[in-house]
């Protein structure tokens, strides 16, 4: 679980990089495929450099492929997602019942008063102003607890349940589970399986003045027991115009991964010098 939420943080502090030539990754057509990675190792290679594999700890199993984009972004890596989980644990997840919306109240509560209000304040400004640019999540038996930014957060303690609900910044977490929508990141675990979803706008590499954020990064990672091919671990990293083609890293593994967040760091970059974004 630990792996798991620090991928999903890294995913969201890691920078562009250094400048690099203008590449029109609109209109990219082969791969640029490394012997190495980091702790990834090339395994092979297509003829048209359209697919490359690599081996990570683990026995991992990683698949670099220049996806096109049908229909649009969301949709293709909607249909990449039920690959990996299957249909029926995809269809789990899309058929959870949500929780219902509170009841309006008939008029605003009274604000509290002395240190209440200004930490509440103070959670709520940091939680829409920080663009979830830092993320720390722990839990444990007793407490759950979620950072948003340098200075401020919001910590929940409770034996049963907890919520916090503050402009961008969504929580809830129980006993051995929690759900956390925060700036573009979902994050549902429980009873040790988790599924974690990142998705941002971002401008491509050699676009860092436009005012149109024309490129995607996105992030899913899915642990669970009933995985397609007795899968215990699988997921993806994505780069690329939204329009396409996406640079996708695929991965899979049939153990836990003890360097999940380093093999997840140098996907990251194996995926973004190719897609851009």
């Known amino acids: 679980m630990r792996v798991i939420l620090l991928a999903a943080a890294s995913t969201l502090v890691m920078g562009l990089g250094a400048c690099a030539p203008r590449v029109d990754y ?11 990675q980091g702790v990834l190792e090339r395994t092979s290679i297509a003829a048209d450099r359209k697919t490359c594999t690599y081996r990570g700890p683990g026995n991992a199993e990683i698949t670099l492929q220049l996806t096109p984009v049908n229909g649009d972004a969301a949709t293709t890596l909607a249909a990449l997602e039920t690959s990996l989980v299957g249909p029926a644990a995809a269809a789990s997840v899309e058929t ?11 008029k605003p509560p009274a604000p509290p008063s002395g240190d209440v209000a200004r930490a ?7 939680a829409k102003g920080s663009g979830a640019s830092e993320e720390d999540w722990n839990s444990d038996s007793d407490r759950t607890a979620v950072t948003i930014g340098k200075n401020h957060g919001v ?28 700036a573009g990141v979902k994050i549902d675990a429980s009873n040790g399986e988790a599924t974690v979803h990142v998705v941002k706008d971002v401008r491509l590499r050699g676009e860092p003045f436009s005012r149109e954020r024309r490129g995607l990064r996105a992030t899913f990672i899915a642990k669970r027991d009933n995985l397609p091919d007795g899968y215990r671990f699988v997921g993806y990293q ?11 890293g695929v991965v899979k593994s049939r153990e836990d991964l003890d360097e999940g967040n380093r ?14 974004a």
């Open 120 to 126: 509440a304040q103070e959670a709520a400004q940091d």
């Open 26 to 36: 609109a209109h990219r057509t082969a791969l640029d495929c490394p012997d190495r």
């Open 238 to 248: 994505a780069s690329g115009p939204k329009s396409g083609p996406l640079t996708v």
């Open 96 to 106: 959870e019942p949500k929780a219902p919306a509170p009841p309006e109240a008939p």
């Open 155 to 182: 910590i929940v303690d409770g034996d049963d349940h907890a919520k916090v609900d503050l402009p961008g910044l969504h929580i809830e977490a129980g006993d051995h589970k929690a759900k956390v929508n925060v």
């Open 263 to 276: 093999l997840y760091h140098d996907l990251q970059r194996l995926v973004r010098r190719n897609g851009g």
